[in-house]
């Protein structure tokens, strides 16, 4: 194998790829007198294609606080501070550096045991010494928190957008402006300012870590940029206050996140209350991208300002000085939470509000009546502006997927040059699918029905791996929301030759998501190191008769926004059962679908007095029975006018007679007249 560097100019920067070519080798040949045909050979490809580091980091900017003008800081409101509306990637990468801060040792641990395969194989690539870099970041003391500044986010937005849209990585816009110039025109009193810029971040985690480990340097400093000037701005103590602005998609090759990290402290010297309010869905301890909380705000007892958190989650609030402060959130929904900051030395502190999170549940029973408008409560979401109900029904699920059908039963998300579909090798049919990686990219094929899953439900499906990398890895997986996240149900690495000898058939239980709505892939996916490009029907992962047992598939979905409330009505017209979830909004976020609960639909009951007794004593009594259907529950009602309103009146006994067909209702004599009714449910 051999290697070849490249050299590409892009608006003003220079970036270096180098490119690895492959070398595929297909032996034949005569053994023994007779004629043979050994097996095809192949050298796996090294992965180290388009890695660049970030620019080495520009020197810090500095100024006198003596010939600054403090300005009142900005509002949305009167005393409401506003940070923006910074993104999820945007939030997040501030959470990395904010985790850093509190804890450098911790963080270089962490980075130096991480698994993330983008991650891994930058290291490999910048060939880093990993105890070296936890060395260098133990030796680190911590730093106050930083907190989210609308001039300088907008500074950072507008570099990272001109780095996308000229495809170059650089500290100098195209304009000829640098970072101190881009914060004065947008009118931050700077008194110190510092700048991370990286155009080739393959996601907030590998962008935190090329910043953090400041990946790039010579052998000699242990792979990584020295000095560490990435690294020492987000350690950097004099900072207060950050821009962080991210673009993602690619351009030029480069990409899919060009991110800019302005860092600043301006002449107010003024401590800082920063953080996040977040539902921690993975249950992890950290905030992710997709569970930030907006709208709930954030008053602090003695300050001058208050916030409401953006719908990342993020907000910040000037503090007069140091001082024992109380900080209270509140969000319709959820309970007002208090907490406690101590501020000294007029250094910045971190609150974050983690409520603890409830999906809307569906109430009641599983019954409606039909021809009626059943009104069906859900539990409220805390924080939730909004939602919505999706109705779907469930037909039995009985298919078998080859590839006999083509691609009607799947969705293959595949790289191009090759097909999903291959008929040269198979179990049951004629064909089987196919997934390859011409590329170092993951490759997906997904079952297309969404299936209500029973007690017994299993998956079974013919397998086979061949000519296959350690770092190439086949799943079959399966999500219970909606593709968010994906849960291996069995897994197999390559062993670096050809592999499996023929398809193999495997049976995986999914009893554990009965109940529940799943959707289920086969995937083969790279984890870092080398791989085999070839694409023939010997090289990667054949499926073939894949089964799913004790299924029904969810059909005709039906999406609809609840237009206030916490209920939405059903009025069924057949007695087609059906099954209904519901969806919270918080701002312009949708979060995932609550449980699912289904409904049979049965004829409604007549409701008719069937007796009236004379009054006895101080009660009296009557009877009501039931015709042409039956009920699940009855509850007894009394108002002090015939025309309402009416309430549950929990003076009045109610007890069956028949079968579920007659009640009596005994109620106490009042001094006042009162009205009775009998409400019917399901």
Same mark, same amino acid.
């Given at each position: 194998?051999?290697?070849? *560097?490249?050299? =590409?100019?892009?608006?003003?920067?220079?970036?270096?790829?180098?490119?690895?070519?492959?070398?595929?080798?297909?032996?034949?040949?005569?053994?023994?007198? /007779?004629?043979?045909?050994?097996?095809?050979?192949?050298?796996?490809?090294?992965?180290?294609?388009?890695?660049?580091?970030?620019?080495?980091?520009?020197?810090?900017?500095?100024?006198?606080?003596?010939?600054?003008?403090?300005?009142?800081?900005?509002?949305?409101?009167?005393?409401?501070?506003?940070?923006?509306?910074?993104?999820?990637?945007?939030?997040?990468?501030?959470?990395?550096?904010?985790?850093?801060?509190?804890?450098?040792?911790? @963080?270089?641990?962490?980075?130096?045991?991480?698994?993330?395969?983008?991650?891994?194989?930058?290291?490999?690539?910048?060939?880093?010494?990993?105890?070296?870099?936890?060395?260098?970041?133990?030796?680190?003391?911590?730093?106050?928190?930083?907190a989210f500044n609308l001039k300088?986010?907008?500074?950072?937005?507008?570099?990272?957008?001109?780095?996308?849209?000229?495809?170059?990585?650089?500290?100098?816009?195209?304009?000829?402006?640098?970072? /101190? +110039?881009?914060?004065?025109?947008?009118?931050?009193?700077?008194?110190?300012?510092?700048?991370?810029?990286?155009?080739?971040?393959?996601?907030?985690?590998?962008?935190?870590?090329?910043? @953090?480990?400041?990946?790039?340097? /010579?052998?000699?400093?242990?792979?990584?940029?020295?000095?560490?000037?990435?690294?020492?701005?987000?350690?950097?103590?004099?900072?207060?206050?950050?821009?962080?602005?991210?673009?993602?998609?690619?351009?030029?090759?480069?990409g899919p996140q060009w991110v800019?990290?302005?860092?600043?402290?301006?002449?107010?010297?003024?401590?800082?209350l920063s953080g996040v309010a977040?539902?921690? =869905?993975?249950?992890?301890?950290?905030?992710?991208?997709?569970?930030?909380?907006?709208?709930?705000?954030?008053?602090?007892?003695?300050?001058?300002?208050?916030?409401?958190?953006?719908?990342?989650?993020?907000?910040?609030?000037?503090?007069?000085?140091?001082?024992?402060?109380?900080?209270?959130?509140?969000?319709?929904?959820?309970?007002?939470?208090?907490?406690?900051?101590?501020?000294?030395?007029?250094?910045?502190?971190?609150?974050?509000?983690?409520?603890?999170?409830?999906?809307?549940?569906?109430?009641?029973?599983?019954?409606?009546?039909?021809?009626?408008?059943?009104?069906?409560?859900?539990?409220?979401?805390?924080?939730?502006?909004?939602?919505?109900?999706?109705?779907?029904?469930?037909?039995?699920?009985?298919?078998?997927?080859?590839?006999?059908?083509?691609?009607? *039963?799947?969705?293959? +998300?595949?790289?191009?040059?090759?097909?999903?579909?291959?008929?040269?090798?198979?179990?049951?049919?004629?064909?089987?699918?196919?997934?390859?990686?011409?590329?170092?990219?993951?490759?997906?094929?997904?079952?297309?029905?969404?299936?209500?899953?029973?007690?017994?439900?299993?998956?079974? =499906?013919?397998?086979?791996?061949?000519?296959?990398?350690?770092?190439?890895?086949?799943?079959?997986?399966?999500?219970?929301?909606?593709?968010?996240?994906?849960?291996?149900?069995?897994?197999?690495?390559?062993? *670096?030759?050809?592999?499996?000898?023929?398809?193999?058939?495997?049976?995986?239980?999914?009893?554990?998501?009965?109940?529940?709505?799943?959707?289920?892939?086969?995937?083969?996916?790279?984890?870092?190191?080398?791989?085999?490009?070839?694409?023939?029907?010997?090289?990667?992962?054949?499926?073939?008769?894949?089964?799913?047992?004790?299924?029904? @598939?969810?059909?005709?979905?039906?999406?609809?926004?609840?237009?206030?409330?916490?209920?939405?009505?059903?009025?069924?017209?057949?007695?087609?059962?059906?099954?209904?979830?519901?969806?919270?909004?918080?701002?312009?976020?949708?979060?995932? =679908?609550?449980?699912?609960?289904?409904?049979?639909?049965?004829?409604?009951?007549?409701?008719?007095?069937?007796?009236?007794?004379?009054?006895?004593?101080?009660?009296?009594?009557?009877?009501?029975?039931?015709?042409?259907?039956?009920?699940?529950?009855?509850?007894?009602?009394?108002?002090? @006018?015939?025309?309402?309103?009416?309430?549950?009146?929990?003076?009045?006994?109610?007890?069956?007679?028949?079968?579920?067909?007659?009640?009596?209702?005994?109620?106490?004599?009042?001094?006042?007249?009162?009205?009775?009714?009998?409400?019917?449910?399901?």
């Amino acid at each position: 194998m051999t290697s070849g *560097g490249g050299i =590409f100019r892009s608006g003003r920067a220079l970036l270096h790829r180098r490119v690895l070519c492959v070398l595929a080798l297909c032996c034949s040949g005569l053994a023994g007198g /007779s004629a043979a045909v050994f097996g095809q050979s192949y050298l796996p490809l090294l992965t180290w294609s388009t890695l660049t580091p970030p620019p080495p980091a520009p020197p810090v900017s500095t100024r006198p606080a003596a010939a600054l003008r403090w300005r009142t800081p900005q509002n949305e409101a009167p005393n409401r501070y506003s940070i923006g509306e910074p993104t999820d990637e945007e939030q997040a990468y501030l959470e990395f550096i904010n985790r850093a801060r509190a804890n450098p040792a911790a @963080e270089g641990l962490r980075l130096q045991a991480t698994t993330d395969p983008q991650v891994v194989n930058a290291y490999d690539f910048f060939r880093v010494n990993l105890a070296l870099m936890a060395s260098q970041l133990a030796g680190i003391a911590p730093a106050p928190p930083l907190a989210f500044n609308l001039k300088l986010l907008t500074a950072a937005r507008g570099h990272s957008a001109d780095m996308f849209t000229n495809a170059f990585q650089a500290h100098t816009g195209t304009d000829g402006r640098g970072l /101190s +110039e881009r914060a004065t025109a947008q009118g931050y009193a700077w008194q110190r300012l510092g700048e991370n810029v990286y155009s080739n971040a393959a996601s907030v985690v590998a962008g935190h870590a090329a910043f @953090e480990v400041d990946w790039g340097g /010579s052998a000699a400093t242990g792979g990584m940029q020295s000095p560490p000037g990435h690294r020492n701005s987000i350690h950097d103590p004099r900072f207060r206050e950050i821009g962080i602005g991210v673009v993602l998609g690619s351009n030029g090759g480069v990409g899919p996140q060009w991110v800019t990290q302005d860092f600043g402290a301006d002449a107010s010297n003024k401590p800082l209350l920063s953080g996040v309010a977040y539902y921690d =869905f993975n249950t992890n301890g950290f905030y992710d991208p997709g569970e930030g909380i907006g709208g709930v705000t954030v008053t602090v007892s003695g300050a001058n300002f208050s916030a409401v958190t953006a719908n990342s989650g993020g907000y910040t609030v000037p503090l007069p000085g140091d001082g024992t402060f109380t900080v209270a959130f509140s969000a319709a929904g959820l309970p007002v939470t208090a907490r406690t900051v101590v501020v000294a030395g007029g250094l910045n502190v971190k609150a974050d509000f983690v409520p603890t999170y409830a999906p809307p549940v569906i109430g009641g029973g599983n019954a409606a009546f039909l021809n009626r408008s059943n009104v069906l409560s859900f539990s409220p979401v805390g924080a939730a502006t909004g939602y919505r109900v999706e109705q779907t029904r469930l037909v039995p699920y009985a298919a078998v997927e080859g590839a006999e059908n083509g691609t009607n *039963g799947v969705v293959a +998300e595949i790289s191009a040059g090759y097909a999903v579909i291959t008929t040269a090798i198979h179990a049951g049919g004629a064909a089987s699918f196919h997934l390859a990686m011409p590329v170092a990219k993951d490759q997906f094929l997904t079952l297309r029905p969404i299936l209500r899953l029973g007690a017994n439900s299993q998956l079974t =499906f013919a397998s086979r791996l061949n000519w296959a990398t350690s770092g190439q890895i086949a799943r079959a997986q399966l999500s219970p929301d909606d593709g968010v996240t994906w849960l291996d149900l069995w897994t197999q690495a390559g062993t *670096g030759d050809s592999g499996d000898a023929r398809l193999v058939t495997r049976s995986v239980s999914l009893a554990g998501f009965a109940g529940r709505n799943a959707r289920v892939r086969f995937a083969y996916m790279f984890t870092g190191g080398t791989f085999f490009p070839q694409t023939d029907a010997t090289v990667g992962l054949l499926v073939d008769d894949i089964a799913i047992s004790d299924a029904q @598939e969810v059909v005709s979905p039906v999406v609809t926004e609840i237009p206030s409330g916490t209920a939405f009505v059903f009025s069924p017209t057949n007695t087609t059962g059906c099954s209904f979830r519901v969806q919270a909004q918080i701002g312009t976020r949708w979060l995932g =679908f609550g449980p699912t609960k289904d409904f049979v639909v049965v004829p409604a009951p007549t409701v008719q007095l069937a007796a009236r007794r004379p009054p006895t004593g101080n009660q009296v009594q009557f009877d009501i029975g039931l015709t042409g259907g039956t009920a699940g529950r009855v509850v007894a009602e009394s108002a002090p @006018e015939i025309g309402g309103p009416y309430t549950a009146d929990p003076t009045a006994v109610l007890e069956t007679i028949t079968g579920g067909n007659e009640f009596r209702i005994t109620a106490p004599l009042a001094g006042a007249r009162r009205f009775y009714r009998v409400v019917v449910m399901p």
